[in-house]
């Protein structure tokens, strides 16, 4: 179905070959939020593919609410959600039962300039975190992504995942310095915060992603349509 260009006013059967192409109307910028959902997504479980001349953002999960969600929030540069790997491919992976995956489902952007800058994440050979300076909307997402909300035993406390920065600990900690956090200790593979941190990351978080509720305690959530 053709969409209308939000620069021309024009409908286009393909939005990225229309500005690519034309010579007076080139891409739209990208907003401060959605750079911001990029950063957090990179963080996480999203990935920077290029593509030609330029980039696109792809996420593969589980979680379609989530998906449909990031579709909203990329409107005219985004390309849609469609179905994933089964949850039997999945499981071959690991050697595992398919019982215990589910089907993934795939988002992406199209080509954008403005996505080419994060491939320099990429020039070492493996995801690296440059400086980030956090905002609310982007460790929200790394959070969905890589966090986990460890509520058992007499825990009530934030855990991320970083296996991938453990050599980077002075980087991730000033992150967190800069906006007011502190980390409480690193694990071979992951920061955990106090129990008291842990309630200011939440507050400075906000509500819930679709789907990703019960990373959230009950008492931080105050917009129950997610």
Known sequence: MPTKCPNCGEYKSSLGRHWSRAKDCGYPDMSN??????VGLLMGDGNIEENGNYARLRAEMISENYLEYLDDVFGVFSR??????????????????????????????????????YLSWYESGNKVYPNITLTPT????????????????????????????????????KMFEEVGFEVGFWTEDSIYFSKQESSNLFEYMGNPLPDFGYKWPERFITDTTQ
Do not use: M
């Not at 939020?33 to 990029?38: F, G, I």
């Open 80 to 117: 849609g959600v469609s179905d994933g790997r089964s949850a039997e491919k999945l499981a071959s992976y690991h050697g595992a039962d398919p019982k215990n995956y589910n089907d993934s489902y795939v988002w992406a952007t199209g080509n954008h300039p403005e996505l080419t800058q």
């Open 33 to 38: 939020k959605q750079h911001e959902v990029v």
């Open 138 to 173: 982007i460790l929200k997402h790394w959070y969905v992504g890589d966090g986990t909300y460890d509520n058992s035993a007499s825990h009530d406390r934030i855990k991320i995942g970083l296996k991938n920065e453990i050599e980077n600990k002075k980087n991730i900690e």
